[in-house]
């Protein structure tokens, strides 16, 4: 059964500063795909990236930065120097091959403060 | 840039109502899902649609939700009769048809707020 745990629950802080948001996942199968998505205030969720499991190549984009490692079943992100724009809710999500569903995380509430 | 369509966007019925939603894809986006979101939690799937067909309904408590997508573009939800449970965020999400588990792209979400 798949499963993505994401262990914090809220995090603030001042911007600027570094942040990185944790994502530990449970799959079976060997190809599987992971997301990231921001879900500002307004709702809507936003796609982030995708991951698949043969790509174990970080990633950066701007101020944010991904790190995948299938040894520890994990899936961070990072976000440089944060600001205010950055606050929301983050999901981490994953999606097995053989399976339709994508399973998400409980979420990270992120409060980036002036 | 193109979006995912839901309405309405708020939505306050009473117990034993019925209600509905609607979402229109990204244009050309073969795959379309419903997903509920319940307060301080992830989205669940309820529902996934490839063109007009079900995908995967095993999420959808069919004894009062239902969904079609008859002409394989936009969908509709319906809850018959609304439950205090319902109320929660409803968000529709399109994806291509692409090999390798396309990225899904969300609409603005429906709050649900059941009395």
């Known amino acids: 059964a798949q499963k993505v745990t994401q262990a914090q629950t809220e995090i603030s802080v001042v911007e600027k500063e570094d942040v990185t948001l944790d994502c530990v996942y449970e799959?079976?199968?060997?190809?599987?795909?992971l997301f990231w998505y921001k879900q500002p205030p307004s709702g809507e969720l936003v796609f982030l990236i995708r991951r698949n499991s043969f790509d174990e190549q970080n990633e950066i984009s701007g101020r944010y930065s991904w790190n995948f490692q299938k040894s520890t079943s994990s899936f961070n992100f990072t976000i440089t120097a944060s600001q205010v724009v950055d606050s929301a809710v983050y999901f981490c999500a994953l999606s097995e091959e053989g399976n339709n569903d994508m399973r998400f995380g409980a979420g990270t509430r992120l409060t980036v403060k002036p | 840039e193109a979006e995912v369509a839901q309405s309405p966007r708020y939505k306050i019925t009473e117990k034993s109502q019925a209600v509905a939603f609607w979402c229109d894809p990204i244009s050309g986006h073969a795959t379309l899902y419903w997903y509920r979101q319940i307060l301080g939690q992830g989205p669940e799937l309820l529902v996934q649609f490839q063109d007009e067909s079900v995908v995967d309904d095993s999420q959808l408590p069919k004894d009062r939700f239902s969904a079609e997508r008859l002409k394989g573009v936009d969908s509709t939800l319906k809850i018959q009769p609304a439950e205090l449970g319902d109320s929660a965020m409803y968000l529709c999400?399109?994806?291509?048809?692409?090999?390798?588990?396309?990225?899904?792209?969300f609409g603005p979400g429906t709050r649900l707020t059941v009395l």
């Open positions: 999400a399109s994806s291509s048809r692409t090999s390798g588990r396309p990225e899904q792209f």
């Open positions: 799959t079976r199968d060997t190809t599987y795909y």
